[in-house]
C-alpha cells in the first residue's frame, strides 16, 4: 500500500502494539504529528521538556515491562532526551526514542536544529539508526524495537529526517526479524548449570544476590522456589527490590553503600553468592577485590559482557536468569541449613534499620507510613539521593515491578515523570512519587501533565532545605564544609501545587503523616503534593563509604541494644551446632566497627 513515510512509521508503531507515546513537536516532526491524528488507538502525551519524555517512557516501561516510546524533535528536542537515554542505558530499561532530523541534503551542514543524535547516542543506546531511505523504515522500527526488548533491555533510537517522512512509501508490514549479528543466549549451558547446582548442594553458607535482570526476565517464582528449597537468605540490589518479598524470613533488604548491615555481613560471611542478574556494581561490592571474601561466585546473566567485568566467577552461566534458574531447580535437592538460617536471623535481630525515635519528624518515618497506608502494595517511584536512600530501605517491597528508581546513573528529576509513566501504564494502581526538594525541582514542570491528565499520582517531598545527600558527604568526609547545597530558598511547594492544579498538603510533626496520606489517597482526580518538612541534618545509615569495605560501614543501633553482643566473633554459635546439622559458622572478621546511637 503507498504512503507517505510519517504514516509508515505510525502504522509501525501500531503494529508493535505501542498505545501511548510521551513527546514534544517541532518542526522536523510536524509531519509525524501531522498524522498522529489519523492513529486514534495511539495517545500522545504532551510533555513540558523533552527529558520529561524520556523518564515518562522508562517509567511506563519499567512498570508494565512493555517498550516505552518517546518523541522528540531534530536538536535541541533530540540532546534533551540524551539524560533520559543514558538512564535507560544503565538500568537496561526498553525504549525506542523516536527524533526529527534535517533534512538528507541538509544533514552535515550545520543546518538550523541540527545535532548528530546518532553520534551522540551511539555509546548510550544498544543500538541507533538514522533512516536514510524510507523504504528501509519498517524494517528498521521492527529491528528497533526487537533489540529494545530482547536479550539485556535497552535504549534505541531511530532518527528520522524530515524529507523521510514525506517521502512516498510502498508499505509492507514485517512479520518477522532475524539479525544475524545479535542472537541473545536464551538457555544457560547445562554442565555450567549442573557446576552450579553442585557448588550450591556442597556450600555451607550460600547467598542469593538478585538484581534487575531477575525482574527484567519475570523470575520472581523462581528466585522464591530456590531461596526456600535450598534455603538461600536473599539479599537485592536497589533494582532488584521487590524481585524478593521483603516479609519473607529468608529476606535481607538491599546491600551495599546503604543496604542493611545485615546484608552486607551476610555477604562478607557467605561461602557461595549466587548473582542473578546483577552486575557488581560499586554501589554494592565498594572495594571489589575485598567484597565477598570467603565465597565461590556463581553468575547467571543473559550479558555475557558482565560475566567477569568486575569479579571472576567460579561457575558463570550466559541466558535468560529465568530460564537457566528452572533448570536449576531441578537439579538443586533441598538442604536444611539450620545453622546459617539462625546467624541471619541473629544479624537482623543485632542489626536492625534505625532511626532516633526523638519526635522529629524523619524521612524514614514518612516512608514506614507509606507503606503500611498502602500495604506495601503501591508502585514506588523515587528520585535521587538520601529520601531514594529510605524509600529502599523502609518501604517493604513485596513485588516486582514495585520500584522505580534511577539506578545506574542516579538522575535527579526522573521521579516525577517516571511517575506519570508508570501512572500512565498502570492507571489502576497507587503510584507515589518519593522525591526530595532538590531533585522535584529538576523536571517540576511535568506536574501539569499529571494535572491535565487527572493523575492521582502522590507526590511526596521530602524536604530538608538541602541537597542532602550531597550535604551528607560534606559532613562525613569533607568536615561539614557545606558547599552549595542548602536549599533553604526553594518555592512554596503548595502554591507551586496550586499553580499546577494540583492537591497540596503540608507536613510538620510526625503524628500529622498517616492523615496527610490517607487524604492523599482520597484524591482520585488530580495530583497531590505533600511537603513533608523533615529533619534537616538527618543522614543515611547505615553506610560503607565509597570504594570501601564491610568492615569500615558504619551503623546506627537503638541505644537499649547496649554494647554489641559477643556473638559477633561467631564463637558461642559455634557451640550451638546441632549434631545433625553440618553447617559450621565462619565469624565475620571481629571488630567490626558500628557507632553504637
Ligand atoms: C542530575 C543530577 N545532578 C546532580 C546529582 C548529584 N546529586 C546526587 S544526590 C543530590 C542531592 C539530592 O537532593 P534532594 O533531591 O533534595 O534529595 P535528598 O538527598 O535531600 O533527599 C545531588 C545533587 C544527581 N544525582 N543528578
Given at each position: ?50 527529558q520529561g519524555a524520556g523518564h515518562m517512557a522508562e517509567g511506563y516501561a519499567l512498570a508494565t515491562g512493555k517498550v516505552g516510546v518517546c518523541l522528540a524533535t531534530s536538536g535541541p528536542g533530540a540532546t534533551n532526551l540524551v539524560t533520559p537515554i543514558a538512564d535507560a542505558m544503565m538500568d537496561s530499561v526498553p525504549i525506542v526514542a523516536i527524533t526529527g532530523q534535517v533534512k538528507t541534503a541538509s544533514i552535515g551542514t ?281 524509600a529502599a530501605q523502609f518501604y517493604g517491597f513485596e513485588r516486582s515491578h514495585q520500584m522505580i528508581t534511577s539506578g545506574g546513573l542516579g538522575t535527579m528529576g526522573f521521579g516525577l515523570p517516571a511517575s506519570i509513566g508508570a501512572q500512565f501504564g498502570r492507571p489502576n494502581e497507587q503510584v507515589f512519587c518519593i522525591t526530595g526538594d532538590g531533585s522535584i525541582q529538576m523536571c517540576i514542570q511535568e506536574l501539569m501533565v ?148
Amino acid at each position: 500500500m503507498k504512503m507517505v513515510g510519517s504514516r509508515a512509521l505510525l502504522e509501525c508503531l501500531q503494529r508493535e502494539g505501542v498505545d501511548t507515546i510521551f513527546g514534544y513537536p517541532g518542526g522536523a516532526v510536524i509531519p509525524i504529528y501531522d498524522m498522529i491524528y489519523q492513529f486514534p488507538a495511539i495517545r500522545h502525551i504532551l510533555v513540558r521538556h523533552e527529558q520529561g519524555a524520556g523518564h515518562m517512557a522508562e517509567g511506563y516501561a519499567l512498570a508494565t515491562g512493555k517498550v516505552g516510546v518517546c518523541l522528540a524533535t531534530s536538536g535541541p528536542g533530540a540532546t534533551n532526551l540524551v539524560t533520559p537515554i543514558a538512564d535507560a542505558m544503565m538500568d537496561s530499561v526498553p525504549i525506542v526514542a523516536i527524533t526529527g532530523q534535517v533534512k538528507t541534503a541538509s544533514i552535515g551542514t550545520d543546518a538550523f536544529q541540527e545535532a548528530d543524535i546518532t553520534g551522540i547516542t551511539m555509546p548510550i543506546t544498544k543500538h541507533n539508526w538514522l533512516v536514510k531511505d524510507v523504504n528501509k523504515l519498517p524494517e528498521i522500527i521492527a529491528e528497533a524495537f526487537h533489540i529494545a526488548r530482547s536479550g539485556r533491555p535497552g535504549p534505541v533510537l531511530v532518527d528520522v529526517p524530515v524529507d523521510v517522512c514525506r517521502a512516498e512509501i510502498d508499505f509492507e508490514p514485517i512479520d518477522a526479524v532475524e539479525i544475524p549479528s545479535y542472537r541473545p543466549t536464551y538457555e544457560g549451558h547445562k554442565r555450567q548449570i549442573k557446576k552450579a547446582a553442585n557448588l550450591i548442594a556442597a556450600a555451607k553458607r550460600p547467598l542469593l544476590y538478585v538484581g534487575g535482570g531477575a525482574i527484567h526476565s519475570h523470575a520472581e517464582n523462581e528466585v522464591l522456589d530456590l531461596a526456600v528449597k535450598a534455603n538461600v537468605p536473599v539479599t537485592t540490589t536497589l533494582k532488584g527490590l521487590g524481585a524478593f518479598p521483603e516479609t519473607h524470613p529468608l529476606a535481607l533488604g538491599m546491600l551495599g553503600m546503604h543496604g542493611t548491615a545485615y546484608a552486607n555481613y551476610a555477604v562478607h560471611e557467605c561461602d557461595l553468592l549466587i548473582a542473578v542478574g546483577a552486575r557488581f556494581d560499586d554501589r554494592v561490592t565498594g572495594k571489589a577485590d575485598e567484597w565477598v571474601p570467603r565465597a565461590k561466585i556463581i553468575h547467571i546473566d543473559i550479558d555475557p559482557a558482565e560475566i567477569g567485568k568486575v569479579l571472576q566467577p567460579d561457575v558463570p552461566i550466559v541466558g535468560d536468569v529465568r530460564n537457566v534458574l528452572i533448570e536449576l531447580l531441578k537439579m538443586v535437592e533441598p538442604r536444611p541449613a539450620k545453622q546459617w538460617v539462625a546467624r541471619i536471623q541473629e544479624l537482623k535481630r543485632q542489626y536492625p534499620l534505625f532511626y532516633a525515635p526523638d519526635g522529629a519528624l524523619h524521612g524514614q518515618q514518612v516512608i514506614q507510613e507509606i507503606g503500611k497506608a498502602t500495604n506495601h502494595r503501591a508502585v514506588i517511584v523515587t528520585d535521587v539521593g538520601q529520601h531514594q536512600m529510605w524509600a529502599a530501605q523502609f518501604y517493604g517491597f513485596e513485588r516486582s515491578h514495585q520500584m522505580i528508581t534511577s539506578g545506574g546513573l542516579g538522575t535527579m528529576g526522573f521521579g516525577l515523570p517516571a511517575s506519570i509513566g508508570a501512572q500512565f501504564g498502570r492507571p489502576n494502581e497507587q503510584v507515589f512519587c518519593i522525591t526530595g526538594d532538590g531533585s522535584i525541582q529538576m523536571c517540576i514542570q511535568e506536574l501539569m501533565v499529571a494535572s491535565i491528565y487527572k493523575l492521582p499520582i502522590k507526590i511526596c517531598i521530602l524536604n530538608n532545605q538541602y541537597l542532602g545527600m550531597v550535604r551528607q558527604w560534606q559532613e562525613l568526609f569533607w568536615e561539614s564544609r557545606y558547599s552549595s547545597v542548602n536549599l533553604e530558598s526553594s518555592p512554596d511547594f503548595l502554591k507551586l501545587a496550586d499553580a499546577y492544579g494540583a492537591h497540596g498538603i503540608r507536613v510538620t510533626r510526625p503524628e500529622d503523616i498517616r492523615a496527610a496520606l490517607d487524604e492523599s489517597i482520597a484524591v482520585t482526580d488530580r495530583p497531590t503534593v505533600i511537603d513533608f518538612r523533615i529533619a534537616k541534618e538527618e543522614n543515611v545509615f547505615p553506610m560503607i563509604p565509597a570504594g570501601g569495605t564491610v568492615s569500615q560501614m558504619v551503623v546506627k543501633r537503638p541505644a537499649h541494644f547496649g554494647p554489641l553482643d559477643p556473638y559477633i566473633s561467631g564463637e558461642h554459635i559455634a557451640d550451638d551446632c546441632d549434631e545433625d546439622d553440618d553447617v559450621e559458622i565462619m565469624p565475620a572478621q571481629p571488630p567490626l566497627p558500628v557507632t553504637v546511637n
